[in-house]
């Protein structure tokens, strides 16, 4: 049944102050509050994932600084025309591998050979790159609750060209 006449406005009039009494919709204590709660869920949202966004980007950058360092100090390497100077030319390519991603003083390199003479035609040179990469924005204070840095490590093997060497 339907409230029609002056029954009607009279319980559509007492409707609409019960629900201002008790803060429903059109109350004057709620106006505004929704874009001060957008507000403060988006900053409690985009600040996790800003940081997460960085974190992610060194640790890449890291992966590729340790990979390009492996691959170029193996190359380096096996093209030595002097088997002394083999090592010191691997470590000067891994530096600048390291340094263009941004870790001038955070990689290293470690060459293994399957036999020896390491240049032997044939041979195989295997070059292990490490590269600490450290945390962004994360004070020192917290290094026994959170790990200041995550190690990276790739590794590449090269053959040394069957007609080169020695």
Same mark, same amino acid.
């Given at each position: *049944? ?24 059109? =109350? ?6 929704? @874009? ?8 409690? *949202? ?20 340790? =990979? ?42 470690? @060459? ?19 590269? =600490?990469?450290? *945390? ?6 917290? =290094?026994? @609750? ?21």
């Amino acid at each position: *049944m339907i409230a029609t006449g002056w029954s009607g406005r009279r319980l559509t009039v007492r409707f609409r102050t019960r629900l201002q009494q008790i803060g429903g919709p059109g =109350s004057a204590v709620q106006t505004g509050s929704a @874009i001060v709660e957008f507000v403060f869920l988006a900053v409690l *949202m985009m600040v996790p994932l800003f940081y997460l966004v960085m974190v992610l980007a060194r640790v890449q950058a890291g992966a590729y600084g340790a =990979s390009t360092a492996a691959r170029e100090a193996g190359r380096a390497y096996v093209t030595a025309q002097v088997p002394a100077l083999a090592p010191q030319r691997a470590h000067s390519a891994a530096r600048l591998a390291f340094a263009d991603q941004g870790f001038d003083h955070e990689g290293t390199i470690e @060459i293994g050979c399957d036999g020896t003479p390491c240049l032997r035609p044939a041979g195989r040179v295997r070059i292990t790159a490490t590269v =600490s990469v450290p *945390m962004p924005l994360v004070p020192a204070f917290f =290094s026994g @609750i959170v790990p200041m840095q995550v190690p990276v490590t790739a590794t590449h093997v090269v053959t040394v060209d069957r007609f080169g060497g020695q």
